[in-house]
C-alpha cells in the first residue's frame, strides 16, 4: 500500500507539467462544438503537439511506436492534463484507445505499418462501428452483414452511436460473417475490419441525443466493399479481438473523469458559499458525502492501476465496480450541481446542466448499469448464470 | 367515503384524454420540440440569444382548449363556467401533464378563477396568463403571455406581461416546449400593479383596477391564510397533478418498450432487473396519486405539501427510470422520455420545492397533537 | 373522490368509541410476551368482548356468525381501536383473518359449525401451517406430505414461521397429497387441511428471531393422523381454497399498521423537539418526508379499501402496489427513529428499537419485495413472465 | 505508487484469519452470543437489569490476541512490539471485523501506544482498555474493562474502569456481544484522571502520573491537530476498518446463501434480483475498502472521514441486503446476519457519526483551493 510515486515518477510529472505550462498557452481557441472539420483539425493538431514532445502512444508498447510507459505514468498523464485544463483525446479517442491497440495487438506487421503510425501522428481519424439499433447491450446479436466476394468483403447494414463518423478516415468496424444459429455461440462469427469511411455506399447521419446535440451518428452501409486485408484477425473471430484491448485500458479509463469530478464538486462548493446556499445542510452535507465518493472513485482508480501495473494490464475485479460506482456518482454530482444552482439549473446555458444531460447516458453507455451488474455478479461473485 | 373516481370523473379524465388526443397529438407535440430544434441548428449549445423564447404558444389550440372548458372547470355556471371542484381540475391537469401539454396551464387555471379587468378572458382561453412568485423560479412562456399572475408573499396582483419582460431575460430553457425568463433580482415589486382586493375568486367584487398603485394585502394577513397563500397551494397542487400524468405516463412508455425491445433473445421485460425498475416506477406514481387526490378533496396545506413532494418526485425518477429501461434510445432527441425529464425539473422548480416541502410537512407534525387521519 | 364518511360510518365510529372508552380501562394488564398461557387468556378475553359487545367478525358475511360489515366500516373499526391503544388481534389472527374466513367460503355446513362460533367467541386459537424451511418465497413447493389411510390422513414433515403454535388448538395446514412432477403445475396436488395442535406426532420447537424473541415456531409433523372430514374442498383443490380468503381482506390488512406510523412518527417528532435533534435540518427534513410517505400510505389504504367496496372485495391493484411502499417507509421510519435516539438506539429496551428488529422482516415476510416487484410487473403491468 | 498490499501485508492478513478461525472460530461467537440468550430466557425484552452486562469479555482469549501481537503492532520493537504501521493495524483490524471478535479492540489498541502506568499490560493483552469521548456514544465492555482511555476535546485521560462505572449505568445492549454503558450526563468530566502529556505515543516520556489532578491540554492544543484529537481520528480508522471487514463477510455469506438456497427450481442467486443486490453489496465495500486503505496510508483527516462514512454505511447496507437475500433465514437468531448488523450499528455511532463525517469532508471542500489527489 504505497501511495507515494517513485523519483521516476515525479520527474516525469514535473517534465510533463512543465511542458504543458509551456504548450497550452500557444494552443488556438476551441472551435464550436458544432463545428466538425474545426474539431478535427484541433483535435489533430494537439495529437501532433503530444507526438513531437513524445507523449504520443504513452501506453502503447514500444514496437507499436509507443512510449511503453508504466499503468502508473499513464495515470500521471492522464490526471495531469485534466489538471491543466488540456485538450480531451477528442477525435483520436478510438484511434488511440481502441482501434490502434486492437491492430497493434492483432494486426499483421504490414497493418501495423500502415495504420499506427498515423494515429499517433494525428494524421488519421478512426471511428467505431460496434453497436446497432438491435444489438445494444446484446452486441454480440449484431447483424451488420459482410459477404466473402473474391478479395473483398460486401457489407450492408448499419451502425449507431458512433462518435466522429463525420470526420473519420477509418472505421474499426464488427460484422457478421456467419450466420446465426443454435448451434454455436453468436460472439462466434464475428468479424473486425477497417472501413475506410469514404468508400462508396457509406452514408452518415447525425444523430442528436436529448443534450440536443449531434456528438453521434448513424452510419448505413449499402454494399461496402472493403478488402480482404482490411481484416484484423481471423474471420469469424472478430469478438476476440476486439476484447484483447481490454487489457491495454489498465485501469486507466476515466482518470480524467474522476479528477473532473473532483474539480466540479470544489467549484459546487465554491459556488454554494457563494449564492447562499451552503448554509442549507442538506446541501451542504451532501456535497461532503460526494466528497468521499469522490475520494473512492480516485483511490480506487490508483487500486486498479497498481493492480495492472501488477498483472500485465489484465483486467481485475475493479473495473466493473468502479464504472457501476462511477456512473452513479457523477449522476448525483450533477443533480447536486442543480440544487447549487437552483433556478439556473434550468438554464441549458449553464456548463453543469449541458454536463448533467450528458452525464445520464453513464448509466447506459459501455453497458447499462444492469449489464455490469450481471457481469459483477456472475464473473466476479461467481453466482449461477441469470436468467 | 369512497376514494375512487365518480363515473362524471371518470368521464372528464376520458374526455380529457381524447381532447389531447385530437388536439395535441404526439406530432404537434414534436413539432413544437423539433422546431426549436431547427432553430437551434441542432445544437442548443450554439450561442443565439433567442432560443429562449423556442417553444412559442400555439394560440389557437389555447382557444380551443378554453372553448372546451379546460380552464374555467372551477368558474361557476352562473358566471358561464363549468362549475366544477378542484378535484375535477386536478384530474385535467394530470391529463396535460400525461401529454406533456405545454404552455402556462396552471396560472391561467388560477387567473380564471378571480375576476378583475386583466386577467378577463383567461377562461375562455384568449387571455394567456403565466406566473411569478418571490421563490426566484424563472417565468415560463413570458414571451407568449399577456398578463402575469404574481403571487406575492401577502398580495396578489395581475400585471401586464410586457412590464415584466422589461425588466426579464430569456434563459435557454432546458425544456424545449417551455420557455423560461429569469428575472432581474429587483423584479419581483412590479412598480404599477393590478391587485385583487383579497377576496375568494370570481365573487363578483373583482380585482382592485390598475390605476391603484397601492400595495394592498390579503385581508387574512400573510402566512398560510390569505387569497395568495391560498392560490400558491393550488398552484402546487394543480403542478403536482401535472407531474403524476407524467410519472404515469412513463411507467406506460417504459412498459411499452420492455415489452417489445428484445435482447439476449427475449424482451427485455422478462429480464427482473427491468421488471423491478418497472415496478418502483408503478409505485412511484401511485403513491402520489394518492396523496395527489386527497390534497384534491381536502384542500389540507400539508396534503398538497405531500402531493407536491411525491409527485416531483415520482415525475423525476420515473423519467430517468424511463430513460434506463429505453437504454440508447431513451438518450436520442427523438424519444419522448427526455421531454417528461425536462418538464419534470422545471415543474419541482415551480410553487413549492421539495425543501419547502419537507419543512412545511415537518412543521404539520409538531403543530398538532395528533396527526390528521 | 368522496373523502367523507356517511352518517352511518360516522354513527358507528362514535358508538365504537364510546365502547372503547368504555371498556378499555377494564382491560387486565398485559401479560410478557413470553408468557404463552397469558397472552392466550388476554387475546381471548379481548376477543369475548368484542362478541359480546357485537363486533366479532365484522368483516365475516352474516351467513358465517359475523356482521357482514362494509370494508369502510372494517376501516373505521381498525383505524378507532389502534388509536384507542385496544389490544391487538393477537392470538386470534389466523382464525380471524384466514382460517375462519376460509371455513366460511368453502367449508361443508357441518365444518362451518363446528369451527367458526369458537373462532368468533374466543374459544379456540388457530395457527397457520404454511411455510416451510426450503418452501419460502416459492410456497408452493411445500413437501410436508399427507397419505390417505382409510378415513384418515397421515402426516409427515414440518411448518416453519408458526405464530402462536405454542397455544393453539388447531392448525390451518397445507400438505401435499399428490408428488411434484414435471406435468402439472406444482399449485395442483396441495390440500387444505385443520389439524388438532393436540395430535400425536405434533412438536413445536420455539424459534428465535433476530430480535431476540421467539414469536415464531417451528411444527414438526410425525405420521400425524387427521381424519378426513377436516379437510376443507377438495384434495389437491387447497391452493385454491386458500387464495379465496385474499378477497375478504379488502384492502383493510394493514389500517392498525398504518395508524400506528402516523403515531411512531408524531412521537418522533416531540421526542426530537424535546433532545435537539429537530434542529439538525437533516434529520428534520427526513421526519417531514416521511410525513408525505405516511400520508400516502393511508391515503392508499382509503382507495383499496374504497375500491373493494366497490368491486366487492376482489383484490385490485393496490394491494402489492401498497406492501412495496409499506415495507420501505416502515423500514425507513425506524431508521429516521434511530437518528432521533441517537446512542439510545442501541438500547434492545427501548420500544422504537424493538420495533426496528421486528421491522427488518417487513422486506421478507408474506412475500419478499422481490417477489412483490415480480407480482406488480407481471400481473399489474403486464410485463413477459420473468425468468 | 503501488496501492496493493505487499507480500508482508498479504501475509499478515492471512495470518490473522488463520489466528481467528482457530482461537475464535464461529463456534465460540456464538456461544458469546447464546449465552447472553439463555440468561434472558430466550426474551431479551424481559427486564432483567444485568443484560447489559452479558458478552463478558473472555480474558485468556484477550491475553492469546496480545501474545500474538494484535494491540502491539503499532509498538516499536525496541519497546517489544511488532514495529509495524497504521495500514497493518488496519488489515488486522478488518479481519476482527470480518470475524466479528468482540472486545473494545480500538481502545486497547490505542492505549498500547501510550505509555503510562494505568495502560501498561494492554499490548499484552493483559489489561483490557475501553474508551470514551464527548459524544455521548455509550462505552463498550466497561465492566470488563481495567481501564478507560477518556478522549476529551484537548485531553487524553486514562482512568480506573471502576470510576468511570460508577456513575455509569448498563444498557440493554442491541449486540449481543458488546456490552454498553451509558454514562451519566455530568460524567465527561472525571474527578480523577491518569491523563498524558500530550506527547506522542510509546516515545518514553509517558501520560502524567495519576496522582497529577489537573487538566492539561494536548500541547498542540484543540481541533485537528493535538494528541487527542490524532487519536480520535486513529479510532474511527481502525473502527472504519472493522466496518469493512464485515462488509466483505456479509457480501461472502450472502454470496454463499445464493448459490446454494433453491426457490422456484434453482438457485436465487441464479435471480437477477439477487445478483444484483450481491453486485451492489461488492461495490460498496470494494469503495470503501479503497478510502479505508489510502486513509490508512495517508492519514489525512478528510480522508478518514470518508473511511469512516463509507465504511459504516457499506457495513451496514450489506448487513441489511444480506438479510434480505437470507429472507426468512437471516430473520432467525441462528444465523450469523444479524450480528453483523448490530455490530456495524454499534460501530456507525463510535468516534464519528455519519454527520460529522459530512461536515468535515464538506469543510475540507472549502478550505483548499485544489482538492488533494
Given at each position: 500500500m504505497d501511495l507515494t510515486y517513485t523519483e521516476d515518477e515525479e520527474d516525469f510529472r514535473h517534465r510533463l507539467r512543465a511542458w504543458l505550462a509551456e504548450i497550452l498557452p500557444k494552443l488556438p481557441d476551441r472551435p464550436h462544438p458544432a463545428d466538425w472539420p474545426g474539431r478535427r483539425a484541433y483535435d489533430c493538431g494537439w495529437q501532433r503537439m503530444l507526438h513531437d514532445a513524445g507523449y504520443a502512444g504513452l501506453h502503447w508498447p514500444e514496437d507499436a511506436g509507443g512510449r511503453g510507459a508504466t499503468p502508473t505514468q499513464h495515470l500521471i498523464f492522464l490526471e495531469e492534463t485534466e489538471r491543466a485544463g488540456a485538450p480531451y483525446v477528442g477525435a483520436g479517442f478510438v484511434g488511440l484507445l481502441h482501434a490502434g491497440p486492437t491492430i497493434a495487438a492483432e494486426g499483421t506487421p504490414e497493418q501495423r505499418a500502415r495504420w499506427l503510425p498515423p494515429i499517433l501522428r494525428g494524421d488519421e481519424v478512426w471511428c467505431q462501428g460496434f453497436s446497432e439499433p438491435d444489438a445494444g447491450s446484446d452486441l454480440a446479436s449484431l447483424r451488420t452483414r459482410a459477404v466473402r466476394d473474391g478479395d473483398e468483403y460486401v457489407i450492408s447494414g448499419s451502425k449507431i452511436w458512433t462518435s466522429h463518423a463525420e470526420i473519420a478516415d477509418w472505421c474499426e468496424l464488427l460484422v457478421r460473417t456467419a450466420p446465426i444459429n443454435a448451434d454455436t455461440p453468436k460472439h462466434r462469427g464475428i468479424t473486425w475490419l477497417a472501413m475506410p469511411m469514404d468508400a462508396p455506399g457509406v452514408t452518415v447521419r447525425p444523430l442528436r441525443t436529448l443534450a440536443g446535440t449531434a456528438e453521434f451518428a448513424e452510419v448505413f452501409l449499402d454494399e461496402v466493399r472493403v478488402p480482404v486485408g482490411h481484416r484484423v484477425g481471423e474471420e469469424n473471430d472478430g469478438w476476440r479481438v476486439t476484447m484483447v484491448t481490454l487489457s491495454f485500458e489498465r485501469g486507466t479509463a476515466f482518470v480524467g473523469e474522476v479528477v473532473a469530478c473532483r474539480r466540479v464538486l470544489a467549484a459546487l462548493a465554491r459556488t454554494a458559499q457563494a449564492n447562499g446556499r451552503w448554509d442549507d445542510a442538506v446541501l451542504r452535507r451532501r456535497l461532503g458525502r460526494l466528497a468521499a465518493e469522490c475520494a473512492a472513485l480516485w483511490r480506487l482508480t490508483q487500486w486498479n492501476v497498481s493492480e495492472a501495473q501488477r498483472t500485465g494490464g489484465?483486467?481485475?475485479?475493479?473495473g466493473s465496480v468502479f464504472k457501476l460506482r462511477f456512473s452513479q456518482v457523477r449522476q448525483e454530482l450533477y443533480d447536486a450541481a442543480a440544487e447549487v444552482l437552483g433556478p439556473d439549473a434550468l438554464d441549458a446555458g449553464q456548463e453543469w446542466v449541458a454536463d448533467r444531460l450528458s452525464s445520464l447516458s453513464y448509466t447506459i453507455a459501455a453497458g447499462t448499469s444492469q449489464i455490469q451488474r450481471n457481469i459483477v455478479a456472475e464473473r466476479i461473485l461467481g453466482l449461477p448464470k441469470g436468467r | 367515503m369512497d376514494f375512487q373516481l365518480t363515473d362524471d370523473q371518470r368521464a372528464l379524465r376520458t374526455g380529457m384524454r381524447e381532447l389531447l388526443e385530437r388536439r395535441f397529438p404526439r406530432t404537434r407535440l414534436r413539432a413544437v420540440v423539433d422546431g426549436d430544434a431547427a432553430r437551434g441548428d441542432g445544437d442548443t449549445a450554439r450561442g443565439d440569444g433567442d432560443t429562449g423564447r423556442g417553444g412559442g404558444l400555439d394560440r389557437a389550440l389555447w382557444r380551443e382548449l378554453g372553448a372546451a372548458g379546460l380552464f374555467a372547470l372551477r368558474v361557476p355556471e352562473s358566471a358561464g363556467g363549468v362549475g366544477l371542484g378542484l378535484p375535477e381540475v386536478v384530474l385535467a391537469f394530470e391529463e396535460a401533464g400525461r401529454a406533456l401539454l405545454p404552455g402556462p396551464l396552471v396560472a391561467t387555471e388560477l387567473a380564471a378563477g378571480l375576476s378583475g379587468s386583466l386577467a378577463a378572458g383567461a377562461a375562455q382561453g384568449e387571455t394567456v396568463v403565466t406566473a411569478l412568485d418571490e421563490s426566484g423560479a424563472p417565468v415560463e412562456h413570458l414571451a407568449s403571455a399577456d398578463v402575469v399572475l404574481a403571487l406575492l408573499p401577502t398580495a396578489v396582483e395581475v400585471i401586464p406581461a410586457e412590464e415584466v419582460a422589461r425588466s426579464a431575460e430569456p434563459m435557454r430553457s432546458v425544456d424545449p416546449a417551455t420557455p423560461l425568463h429569469r428575472l432581474a433580482?429587483?423584479?419581483?415589486?412590479?412598480?404599477?400593479t393590478d391587485q385583487t382586493d383579497g377576496t375568494g375568486p370570481a365573487d363578483g367584487t373583482g380585482p382592485a383596477d390598475r390605476t391603484d398603485q397601492a400595495d394592498r394585502t390579503d385581508q387574512a394577513g400573510p402566512g398560510r391564510s390569505g387569497l395568495a397563500a391560498r392560490l400558491r397551494r393550488e398552484a402546487a397542487l394543480l403542478t403536482a397533478a401535472q407531474q403524476l400524468g407524467s410519472a404515469s405516463r412513463t411507467v406506460e412508455l417504459a412498459v411499452d418498450h420492455a415489452k417489445h425491445r428484445t435482447q439476449f433473445g427475449r424482451p427485455i421485460g422478462a429480464f427482473q432487473a427491468v421488471q423491478h425498475l418497472c415496478a418502483q416506477m408503478l409505485v412511484r406514481a401511485e403513491s402520489a396519486r394518492s396523496v395527489v387526490y386527497a390534497a384534491a378533496v381536502t384542500e389540507d396545506p400539508g396534503d398538497i405539501a405531500a402531493a407536491k413532494l411525491l409527485a416531483d418526485e415520482a415525475a423525476v425518477h420515473n423519467a430517468r427510470d424511463c430513460l434506463q429501461v429505453h437504454g440508447g434510445m431513451g438518450f436520442t432527441w427523438e424519444a419522448d422520455v427526455h421531454l417528461h425529464l425536462k418538464r419534470a425539473w422545471v415543474r419541482a422548480g415551480q410553487w413549492q420545492s421539495g425543501a419547502a416541502a419537507e419543512e412545511e410537512l415537518a412543521a404539520g407534525l409538531v403543530s398538532t397533537v395528533e396527526t390528521c387521519l
Open positions: 489484465v483486467p481485475g475485479v475493479g | 433580482p429587483s423584479r419581483t415589486r412590479p412598480d404599477q
